[in-house]
């Protein structure tokens, strides 16, 4: 009796173990189990943090690249133009090889003189007045397809002066209205130039100049275009003044050309050619006699030599 109660206890002693051993292995696995889990989701935050913190590293590294470039450009810019200029400091001057071009031109200022919104009921007396003087200028005109502008078209290129192109309609609220309007304007204009004189216009002058603020389409849009196109665009770095709709004396005009004309080695004047500015026409003479009493001061008509002027840069 003693024998079995004592297999017994023996049994129940061996079951107890097993059980320990098994309850052991069971949360031994799970705790296992539970580790593997909580250090996979930690890898996988951590994966993340690293793909950020490289992410933000060659963002960095561009953005440092980006400001290496800047500042090279900064510095060749400043030594192309060895010149500063108050008015338009913060204007983009593209030079076209005027420093490496013809040495003797190096010391001469070239001055340019651009009518804008021809042909006009003026536009005869100004060129009557050049044709003078002797004086080539540069007329970014608009379309008017009668007769008695067709002739003046004509005399601009017959006379040697620089035909170039303002807009057709010089309606800005519908040149600039989408890249489409414009470039339809543009050409429509580009066309019948030709047909009228045999000249195909590249130069453009952005009614407003690149830096108005009207245009609905971003202004590099239309620059990018013109580029396509192969066609450049002037803006100016000095004004007349004579654009205003009120009276503006002829002295006035001139005084305006004339105050900060000293300062540049390349001035783009503009001027306009409509029928109610005759304060223009009237301070033409004076004005060219001004130019010319500079020390080695020449006026040309816009060539592909001519620097360009440019309000906003092409990128
Ligand atoms: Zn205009």
């Given amino acids: 009796m003693a024998q079995t109660d004592a297999v017994k206890r023996d049994r129940r002693r061996r079951r107890r173990l097993r059980l320990l051993i098994f309850a052991t292995l069971f949360?031994?696995?799970?705790?296992?189990?539970?580790?593997?889990v909580v250090m996979g989701i930690r890898l996988h935050t951590v994966k993340g943090e690293l793909r950020e913190a490289q992410a933000a590293l060659s963002d960095r590294t561009a953005v440092t690249d980006q400001a290496e470039r800047a500042s090279r450009q900064a510095a060749e810019d400043t030594e192309a133009s060895l010149y500063t200029v108050s008015?338009?400091?913060?204007?983009?001057?593209?030079g076209i090889g005027d420093m490496e071009?013809?040495?003797?031109?190096?010391?001469?200022?070239?001055?340019?003189?651009?009518?804008d919104d021809g042909p006009s009921g003026n536009t005869g007396r100004i060129l009557d007045i050049l044709a003078e003087y002797?004086?080539?200028?540069?007329?970014?005109?608009?379309?008017?397809?009668?007769e008695e502008y067709r002739v003046l078209y004509k005399r601009i290129v017959d006379e040697g002066h620089t035909l170039a192109m303002h807009s057709y309609s010089h309606r800005y609220n519908e040149i600039y209205q989408s890249l489409e309007s414009f470039s339809t304007d543009l050409s429509r204009l580009q066309e019948f130039l030709y047909d009228t004189t045999g000249v195909w216009c590249r130069y453009v002058r952005f009614p407003g100049g690149s830096s108005n603020t009207v245009s609905k389409v971003d202004m590099h849009e239309l620059i990018g275009y013109l580029d396509?196109?192969?066609?450049?665009?002037?803006?100016?770095?000095?004004?007349?003044?004579?654009?205003?709709?009120?009276?503006?004396?002829?002295?006035?005009?001139?005084?305006?050309?004339?105050?900060?004309?000293?300062e540049y080695d390349e001035a783009i004047i503009l001027l306009h050619d409509a029928s109610e500015k005759d304060s223009t026409v009237e301070a033409l003479p004076g004005l060219i006699e001004a130019i010319l009493a500079m020390d080695d001061t020449k006026i040309?008509?816009?060539t592909e030599d001519t620097e360009r002027i440019h309000h906003i840069s092409n990128e």
Wanted: charged share 25%; glycine share 6%; aromatic share 12%.
């Fill in 87 to 94: 008015e338009v400091d913060e204007y983009e001057r593209v």
């Fill in 134 to 146: 002797d004086v080539k200028a540069t007329f970014f005109v608009v379309g008017k397809e009668e």
């Fill in 27 to 36: 949360f031994s696995t799970l705790i296992l189990m539970i580790a593997c």
């Fill in 101 to 115: 071009s013809g040495e003797e031109d190096a010391a001469a200022r070239k001055v340019y003189l651009t009518f």
């Fill in 228 to 262: 396509d196109q192969d066609m450049s665009y002037f803006d100016w770095n000095i004004s007349s003044g004579d654009a205003t709709s009120g009276y503006i004396s002829p002295d006035t005009i001139i005084r305006n050309c004339t105050a900060k004309l000293g």
């Fill in 300 to 302: 040309l008509p816009i």
